[in-house]
């Protein structure tokens, strides 16, 4: 149980176009979904948290017209890179909670390369 | 302001021994704590965490220490298998953030024959 998929792996898009990766959870409901980026060799950083059918709460220095986030549902959270730059170029990782002990279940990442 | 630090970027272990991997925080709000397992290319996996009511966890082969005081958390690997090998991040959470994870840098283990 607690399976938390992304689509896609990986995109590779011109500079300038916009990328909408997908987070879901599987196999349970997800009171709250996260986002975080990663850069080589770096820690996970925590970019948004957002609740279904709420507005997402954007860490510090995150551009929340730029990484756009959607909670449609209680398995699903997208989040699109609007006019993405290859400074955008990172490793995008989301993750779910059920709430329980603050536990959160990670998806396998999706690969961003912006040319 | 890394709240949450992994001073030891890698280490080396032999298979069979223990692997030790050390952890530190400088917010005294944290009061819970969690190990993850992470392959290159591939999100984190879940190992073992621990609640600041406790000093000790022990899940199998993975042990974690938490000592309060020290604001000082490890995670003790008994006996290390090649398997093991990956990077380790410790995380941390404190009541009424909404399950918000502040993350380590990691610590590449790497589990030698």
């Known amino acids: 149980g607690a399976v938390v998929s992304q689509h896609p792996s990986r995109v590779i898009c011109k500079s300038g176009t916009s990328v909408k990766i997908e987070c879901r959870s599987l196999?349970?409901?997800?009171?709250?979904m996260f986002w975080y980026r990663q850069f080589p060799k770096q820690s996970l950083m925590l970019m948004a948290t957002s609740n279904e059918g709420s507005k997402a709460t954007y860490e510090q220095g995150v551009e929340k017209d730029k990484f756009l986030i959607n909670h449609a549902s209680l398995t699903l959270s997208t989040l699109t890179v609007t006019s993405a730059h290859p400074e955008d170029s990172s490793f995008y990782i989301c993750?779910?909670?059920?709430?329980?002990?603050?536990?959160?279940?990670f998806g396998p990442g999706t690969r961003l390369t912006v040319l | 302001d890394q709240q949450v630090k992994q001073n030891s970027p890698s280490l080396s272990v032999q298979e069979g021994r223990i692997s030790i991997l050390n952890c530190d925080y400088t917010n005294s709000m944290f009061d819970y704590f969690l190990w993850y397992k992470k392959y290159p290319a591939e999100g984190p996996t879940f190992l073992i965490s621990?609640?600041?009511?406790?000093d000790k966890n022990e899940d199998g082969r993975f042990t974690v220490f938490l000592n309060k005081s020290a604001k000082h958390l490890s995670l003790h690997i008994v006996p290390s298998q090649p398997g093991d090998s990956a990077v380790y991040f410790c995380a941390a959470s404190a009541t009424g953030t909404a399950s918000k994870l502040t993350f380590g840098t990691g610590t590449r283990l790497q589990v030698t024959l």
């Open positions: 621990i609640s600041s009511i406790k």
């Open positions: 993750s779910a909670s059920r709430g329980f002990y603050n536990e959160q279940f």
């Open positions: 196999d349970f409901q997800a009171t709250t």
